[in-house]
């Protein structure tokens, strides 16, 4: 008798709570846009302030949800009429959390006094912690079927469900692209870069002919030194320690292989 009571009366109570928790859910949506549309206009502390104040607005969904008693909550979820959507109610909340958690993340802006190294080490990191939260967050939306969910939330969902794994692949390629920055502008040690310089309209096998080439040093980066040779490609010739005879083809302009043939 104590527990069909306790569940009537939670059922009674969510009832009587369901305005409230509709109206948080509102005001979490509007800071998640609200931060979307400081970051249009560059305001990116507004914005981690409005993504902040979304995730506490669905963390506080949330606890409202747990705060009734855990036993009578996981009866309610096994009723056919109420239980799925409990379940999908405290999945949308989660991924709502998530949502706002990596926009937060993303929206935190440098320190000011990094070296360009280290902010991208930084940034690097964030972007590490805002793929982890957005993978949670897609596990959880993956459980969640579709034709279950009220027709106003249907296709926003259906969207999400497709952008949001492109964007955590996206994430992980991006973190690839920041290893290799660091290392080229000498984030760990000195770094000497080679840069060349080709002319399309005259056709190599790397695409076209090497009339020019520079060398730069990088340390945590910083350029600490740059050369051009005046003579371009021409001035590597002189330091040639044997003679190359160039490939068949290559042979009717010299009987020489150079860099500028590469």
Do not use: C, H
């Not at 409230?20 to 560059?42: F, M, P, R, T, Y």
């Not at 949800?65 to 056919?80: A, D």
């Not at 309209?201 to 040779?229: H, I, N, Y």
């Amino acid at each position: 008798l104590v527990i069909p009571v306790k569940t009537l009366w939670l059922v009674e109570n969510v009832s009587k709570t369901q305005a409230s928790i509709l109206a948080q859910g509102k005001q979490a949506v509007e800071n998640l846009q609200g931060g979307l549309s400081a970051i249009d206009a560059q305001d990116y502390s507004d914005a981690k302030a409005k993504f902040l104040l979304a995730d506490a607005d669905f963390g506080n969904i949330k606890e409202q949800i747990q705060s009734y008693n855990s036993t009578v909550v996981s009866l309610v979820e096994i009723l056919p009429s109420l239980g799925p959507k409990v379940t999908f109610a405290n999945q949308l909340i989660e991924v709502g959390q998530n949502l706002a958690q990596a926009a937060a993340i993303l929206s935190a802006t440098a320190n000011g006094d990094q070296s360009v190294t280290e902010s991208l080490d930084s940034l690097a990191e964030r972007l590490k912690n805002v793929s982890i939260v957005l993978t949670k967050a897609n596990n959880t939306l993956s459980l969640i079927p579709v034709d279950q969910l009220p027709d106003g939330y249907q296709t926003k969902i259906v969207e999400l469900k497709k952008s949001l794994p492109t964007f955590i692949e996206q994430l992980y390629r991006a973190d690839d692209i920041f290893k290799v920055s660091n290392t080229l502008l000498g984030g760990q040690k000195l770094s000497r870069v080679l840069f060349v310089f080709q002319n399309n309209r005259e056709l190599r096998a790397t695409g076209g002919f090497a009339g020019s080439f520079a060398v730069a040093d990088f340390e945590r980066g910083k350029m600490t030194k740059f050369d051009l040779p005046g003579g371009g490609t021409y001035d590597t010739e002189g330091g040639l320690k044997a003679n190359i005879v160039p490939p068949y083809p290559l042979q009717i302009l010299g009987n020489s292989w150079n860099m500028w043939d590469a």
